[in-house]
């Protein structure tokens, strides 16, 4: 609650009440209730933190209104007083400035409220973003075509069938990721290398289940090799910072880099598809 705010409406409302008791002010009821519907309308606005969406103000000032019509009609002759106010307003020459000004003050209020909407500043839509888009069936490495769908890591069955040589992949793929990779994608892979702040997005996490546990070795050859110019359409707008590693790496530089964030991060890669 915002202290000052606040303790002014108070005095200001003890103020009326105090000048009105002591017939200085003779305020009729429809005035008070213009009061009081003024004072909650500052209250709300001014007087609560953090503050309240316009739109609830909208809504709470709506029911204020409504309670305020429903304690005038509690009184018959608050009823008559409120009605001889409004019409005494309306035909008593007296009033014939603050009437016009009200008749002319409304319109221009609400073309103002339709004006200042309709000129908002645009905005951009709003974007999901295709972390993972559906891969090509087949890329274009260097002059090779890689079957995404249909091929696997050449050196993958070596873990299981000749675990020397597979360890050999390992430390290769251990020499491309230091080398090359851990400036964003971080010396633990969590994506938070020392360039990894500067990337909206940030560099993947190879550490969360999300990224490479879930995806095939071949989807990653595709990633790595095409990096973030080489994503489709329906993954933008999306400024990936992810280079295209085949401009820089051999063939066996990926798979060796994708056997090692497996071994490193202890994950196996997602089995391909059983098509057949
Ligand atoms: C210049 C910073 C940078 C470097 C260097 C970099 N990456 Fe990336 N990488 C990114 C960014 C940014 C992304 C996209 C992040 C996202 O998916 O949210 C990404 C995404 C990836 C993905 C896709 C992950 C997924 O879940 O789809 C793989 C795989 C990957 N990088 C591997 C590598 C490898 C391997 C290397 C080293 C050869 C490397 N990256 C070097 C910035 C980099």
Redesign the pocket.
Known sequence: MNIVPVAIIVLVMVAFSQLSKRNILRLNVVAWMVIWWLAIYFALSYGINPPLPASIIGMFMFIVSLALAAYLTTSTDDMEAAKSAFVNFIINPRYALPLILVMIGLPVVSAYNVYSDMTQPPQPPLSTRT??PPPPPSITFKGKTIDLIEDENPYRALKTDNPAEFAKHVENGRR??FQ??V???GDNMAGRGI?AHG?D????NFRDPT??AM?QETY?FW??AKG?PGLPAEATPWL????A?EKF?SEEEIWD?IIF?YEFTNQEPRAKEELH
């Open positions: 972390i993972h491309v990721y090359n990779c400036y964003c994608h360039f990337f997005p940030i560099p993947a990224t490479i995806l990653l990633r790595i973030g990936s910072a992810m280079p590693w790496l880099v964030m």
